[in-house]
């Protein structure tokens, strides 16, 4: 039976405040829309395992291919296979509510005349595509969608795009089925020069069944600043999905504010999974279809039940914890007293926890905000509502955590929790969640401490630094507003930093310029791009701000060497993006529509 409602879950003790208000200011140059997903490291095959024919790269149409999340994953009954979708006339292809499935088998609309406008050479070089192959035909009509890959026409078999299915909240309220409504999976690479997979998909690709309202469509100006932003926060070591290039739909006129044209970006990640997944799941009771899902992200998506975290020594002070809880718990083993006793779905959910503790950790010492957190779009605020969104995932695994040592039980499995053993169950899920909040937060405290003493060329931490230092200084930059990233950067630049001599400050120095970034895309860099492609015909303005983005920690860029080449952007150019943030252009505001 399932837990009665009267009896489920009751809401955990958010974390509050994990940087108080002299830690965070909202003074934040950078934005982006960047989703809320698991972005997980992949470990599925695919390809013959010779790398060095890979190591200069493949051209697209070469890359191994596979399609894994498909072939594991239950469809979409409306289309239970390829040849179902693809015999479907596409303007039939409309929105509507999916049941008891994780995805829908679905191919781009026709691009007609694509023009590639930019692509990402590092996110060539990550996938494993040789160098120039952006300059043929078959790349810029996979990249607009107009290639199926894997399949077979004649035999209407092979692999085939899809669209996944999830919900979500908004602004605090359950929104209900909100899915893939412009984005479409083409298929799984795993470069095997590098042994990392990756999930293209592209954006702005038509309508799927979880457009909902929408038109499946992205205009140019949020297609440019997810192109640059995803590849600038790559650069800055922070989690994130990747764009590989940028595509313009001339045909393609989109209703917004106004009529704007539309485009492309092909995205990659190395997994497109989100709570959201999760969520849908148990908003409509489809326990077992939760259960396979996470064993698919544990196996499939994070290496193996072993590769999961094993239960700190000391839940309740996780700080005393090593950063590394340790790895290899077997599958079914179960640690910890009867009260919190941990299964291997508490050690998937420790393992998402950790992973977006150290992300948002890196949000907040770069001064990154992201666009999208529904709920809650201030700086500030970031770290409390990952949590809160985490509590959500707790919530939709809390019968799998719950369960315990009986999560392997054949009754357990099949029906759920016996009405007996209901409050035991609630109990021991609400006390995971509360010890796994706890672990997030030192998580995220360690990390931040970490970036920031690295930011202020100080070989080590001490406790006082938070406050005294940390704090000191971001109170200063918000009293005299002075800007985020320039102080950063300019006290990298700080001659006799030390007290005594002998201390090592050339090498201080090159250390904070390795960790400070000289640019970064913001809003009226953005806002400049997208108006001089957009409204001026040009392009290869793109290609130098992709340059800049992707090498961020660079003095200067015009006529340096790059990779054996000396580079040729624009000097006066590249001294503006990176001077004071023009009087007009400061606090700039952008709405979400894309």
Request: net charge neutral; charged share 25%; proline share 6%.
């Amino acid at each position: 039976m399932r837990i009665p409602k009267s009896r489920a879950l009751r809401p955990t003790s958010s974390i509050t405040t994990i940087l108080t208000p002299r830690h965070a200011h909202p003074r934040l140059p950078l934005t982006a829309s960047i989703s809320i997903a698991l972005r997980m490291a992949s470990t599925t095959a695919s390809g013959d395992g010779h790398a060095d024919r890979f190591a200069a790269g493949v051209s697209i149409a070469d890359l191994p291919k596979t399609w894994h999340f498909t072939c594991s994953l239950p469809a979409d009954s409306q289309y239970p296979t390829p040849a179902d979708s693809h015999e479907t006339p596409r303007n039939q292809i409309r929105p509507r509510q999916v049941r008891n499935a994780i995805f829908s088998y679905v191919r781009p609309e026709p691009a007609e005349n694509p023009e590639l406008l930019a692509v990402s050479p590092a996110a060539m070089r990550d996938i494993g595509i040789k160098e120039g192959d952006e300059t043929t035909d078959e790349f810029r009509q996979t990249v607009a969608g107009n290639r199926l890959h894997g399949w077979d026409q004649d035999k209407l078999e092979g692999g085939y795009p899809w669209a996944q299915c999830y919900g979500g909240y908004q602004f605090g309220q359950w929104a209900g089925q909100l899915g893939d409504g412009r984005a479409i999976s083409l298929f799984e690479t795993k470069n095997p020069a590098t042994g990392v997979q990756y999930e293209l998909q592209l954006k702005g690709a038509g309508l799927t069944p979880y457009s909902r309202f929408a038109d499946g469509k992205a205009v140019l100006r949020s297609s440019i600043r997810e192109f640059i932003v995803s590849e600038a926060l790559h650069a800055l070591r922070i989690p994130t999905t990747r764009a590989l290039s940028l595509t313009l739909l001339p045909n393609s006129k989109v209703r917004r504010e106004t009529v704007e044209p539309g485009a492309i970006v092909l995205r990659f990640a190395q997994s497109w999974l989100r709570f959201g997944n999760f969520d849908i799941l148990r908003a409509r009771s489809e326990r077992p279809l939760l259960r396979t899902l996470a064993t698919y992200v544990a196996t499939d998506v994070l290496g193996g039940w072993e590769a999961l975290p094993a239960r700190l020594a000391n839940p309740d002070d996780p700080k005393a914890s090593p950063a590394d809880p340790g790895r290899g718990v077997p599958a079914t083993a179960i640690q910890g007293p009867d009260d919190a006793a941990e299964n291997r779905f508490t050690r998937l959910y420790r393992e998402i926890t950790r992973r977006n503790a150290l992300t948002v950790a890196k949000w907040q010492a770069y001064g990154f905000m992201n666009g999208v957190l529904n709920t809650d779009n201030t700086y500030r605020n970031q770290p409390t509502i990952i949590w809160w969104n985490l509590v959500r995932l707790g919530e939709a695994l809390g019968e799998l955590l719950g369960a315990g040592p009986a999560v392997d039980d054949a009754t357990f499995a099949e029906h759920g929790v016996a009405e007996a053993d209901a409050d035991a169950l609630v109990a021991r899920a609400e006390k995971i969640i509360s010890q796994v909040g706890d672990e997030y937060k030192a998580v995220f405290l360690a990390e931040y401490k970490r970036l920031m003493t690295a930011r202020l060329g100080l070989r080590t931490f001490v406790d006082a630094d938070f406050d005294d230092l940390f704090s000191g200084l971001l109170d200063t930059m918000d009293a005299l507003a002075l800007d985020f990233h320039h102080v950063f950067r300019r006290l990298s630049a700080t001659p006799d930093w030390a007290r005594e001599p002998g201390d090592g400050d050339a090498a201080r120095r090159r250390a904070m310029k390795a960790v400070n970034p000289n640019f970064v895309p913001r809003n009226w860099v953005l806002d400049e791009v997208i108006r001089r492609v957009e409204k001026g015909g040009e392009r290869d303005v793109l290609r130098r701000a992709m340059h800049m983005a992707l090498h961020p920690f660079e003095d200067a860029w015009h006529g340096e060497t790059v990779d054996g080449r000396v580079y040729e952007g624009d000097a006066e150019e590249e001294a503006r993006w990176v001077g004071d943030v023009p009087k007009l252009e400061r606090a700039m505001q952008c709405s979400c529509s894309s």
